[in-house]
């Protein structure tokens, strides 16, 4: 079965040609960080560990680095220690991503690193970046898909701040949601992830691959099925006025008119004026 996932927004992304959750590569890269790395800075030896595993360790003076990202991917670049300090424009335009550079003379690796070295150099990068105009740090929309089964749904993976039980403390989060089904990802688990840059945005954003994939295979509103709509509201609020004789509902009536007012459905409105929501289960 051939499942063509639409961005409604954001940058168009490859995928693999038998898994179309799974990204393989991508146009256009934002670029996070310009720098060196040379012998006798601290982890050294153990950051270039990834290019002698690969016979690529040619340049004993050093590597200029470039750390690209978009929103579901991440590459890094190692070249010339030349090609960085020569060509200062880099550092001009880094600040809006629009600095381009010839990757022929360096070698590409996908992602960036992790490991010994590379956790203590690489920054904590978030998509929404306050100083490129967002809301705040990680704080924000980072991409969206038009669901193949319900006209105008999407899912959307976004950032924002939240906890991850009721009145705890806030932390940078990521996650996606769909607006056919409005399940709370928070009450399924392993569908929020700690927002320490790409690689957490680039699995939530292939669970909200994943999760239109499962509604374009098998339908929508299966309870076992990724897309369901809950409808448990109506029942709560028959309970309810069944207990308390009243002729009011205690909730909203519907999944999607509490998920606007209580759940993922209010960040995301914040999100698209630019307001900076309140924090999630604080």
């Known amino acids: 079965m051939s499942i063509t996932i639409t961005n409604t927004y954001g940058t168009a992304h490859n995928v693999s040609e038998t898994n179309p959750a799974l990204v393989t590569s991508c146009d256009y890269y934002r670029l996070s960080l310009v720098g060196t790395i040379?012998?006798?800075?601290?982890?050294?030896?153990?950051?270039?560990?990834?290019?002698?595993?690969?016979?690529h360790?040619?340049?004993?003076?050093?590597?200029?680095?470039i750390l690209l990202e978009s929103e579901e991917f991440s590459a890094t670049?190692?070249?010339?220690?030349?090609?960085?300090?020569?060509?200062?424009q880099?550092?001009?335009e880094i600040a809006d991503g629009k600095a381009t550079f010839d990757a022929s003379q360096?070698?590409?690796?996908?992602?960036?690193?992790h490991g010994k070295g590379w956790d203590d150099f690489l920054p904590r990068v978030f998509w929404n970046v306050k100083a490129r105009g967002a809301i705040?740090?990680?704080?924000?929309?980072?991409t969206a898909f038009a669901h193949t089964e319900t006209p105008g749904a999407e899912v959307i993976v976004y950032e924002f701040e939240g906890t991850w039980r009721p009145c705890g403390e806030a932390e940078q989060l990521v996650t996606y949601h769909c607006t056919a089904c409005h399940m709370d990802t928070f009450h399924d688990c392993g569908h929020v992830y700690e927002n320490t840059g790409p690689d957490s945005r680039r699995w939530a954003a292939r669970q909200a691959r994943q999760h239109i994939i499962s509604a374009a295979r098998h339908g929508v509103g299966d309870r076992n099925r990724a897309c369901r709509p809950n409808n448990m509201?109506?029942?709560?609020?028959?309970?309810?006025?069944?207990?308390?004789?009243?002729?009011?509902?205690?909730?909203p009536?519907?999944?999607?008119?509490?998920?606007?007012?209580?759940?993922?459905?209010?960040?995301?409105?914040?999100?698209?004026?630019?307001v900076r929501p309140p924090i999630y289960r604080a």
Do not use: H
């Open 38 to 55: 040379a012998p006798g800075n601290p982890g050294y030896e153990d950051m270039v560990e990834i290019l002698k595993d690969n016979g």
């Open 57 to 65: 360790d040619s340049r004993p003076e050093g590597y200029g680095l």
């Open 77 to 88: 670049y190692f070249g010339p220690i030349e090609q960085i300090e020569q060509i200062e």
């Open 90 to 92: 880099y550092k001009r």
């Open 106 to 113: 360096g070698v590409m690796y996908a992602q960036w690193p």
């Open 136 to 142: 705040a740090d990680g704080v924000g929309l980072v």
């Open 233 to 251: 509201l109506r029942a709560v609020n028959a309970v309810a006025r069944d207990m308390w004789g009243t002729t009011g509902n205690t909730l």
């Open 253 to 274: 009536d519907t999944d999607d008119a509490y998920c606007a007012t209580k759940g993922p459905c209010s960040i995301i409105r914040e999100l698209r004026v630019g």
